[in-house]
């Protein structure tokens, strides 16, 4: 059995698509999945599965979804030994509390294709900070303020070429522990 996270993109934002957690935690339960739990209001499921093909979930989650909900939500999963690599791959210093600078985490839905990575990372500046890891499919920012940052989950999208979500390093952190 595998615990597994998905991370989906564009719900609960800027009071769209709107979805209490109780109601998200109710359309995930479906035939293979287990031990259902949702983590904030920012679309993080944690589930078990034996399904061992991630693809294979993410399509049944996002069928299952667009099915219960009438619109598209993607889903990128993780299983939660990916997640423990996320935290050991933090190429940055973690900012501690009381820092002017934050830390995200984009997930990705695929390895961006070769040359992206230098392309993104050419955009960092001394206030913004963008490291590309592509062999784990993660993106790391380190910002002073993700609401105002130059590098938006649209902008990495459309750089990389691929779907993304960004999660805050305390949230990916706390995953961990649930």
Excluded: C
């Excluded at 934002?13 to 983590?39: A, C, D, R, W």
């Excluded at 423990?84 to 933090?90: M, Y």
């Excluded at 900012?95 to 990372?121: H, M």
């Amino acid at each position: 059995m595998t615990r597994y996270v998905a991370f989906l993109r564009g719900i609960n934002v800027s009071g769209q698509k709107l979805i209490k957690m109780e109601e998200l935690k109710k359309h995930f339960m479906m035939p293979g999945l287990q031990n259902i739990v949702t983590y904030i209001q920012s679309g993080n499921v944690l589930f078990d599965s034996e399904e061992k093909k991630a693809e294979l979930l993410r399509d049944n989650i996002e069928q299952q979804l667009a099915k219960q909900l009438g619109y598209a939500v993607p889903a990128i999963l993780r299983s939660l030994p990916e997640i423990k690599k996320v935290i050991k791959n933090n190429p940055f210093d973690t900012p501690v509390a009381g820092e002017k600078v934050k830390l995200y985490v984009y997930f990705l839905s695929a390895v961006p294709a070769p040359g992206l990575k230098d392309t993104l990372e050419a955009f960092s500046n001394e206030l913004e900070q963008v490291k590309v890891m592509v062999m784990g499919r993660e993106v790391y920012l380190l910002t002073g303020s993700y609401g105002s940052t130059r590098f938006p989950n649209t902008f990495i999208e459309k750089k990389l070429g691929v779907q993304s979500t960004a999660r805050n390093w305390n949230t990916v952190n706390k995953i961990m522990e649930l």
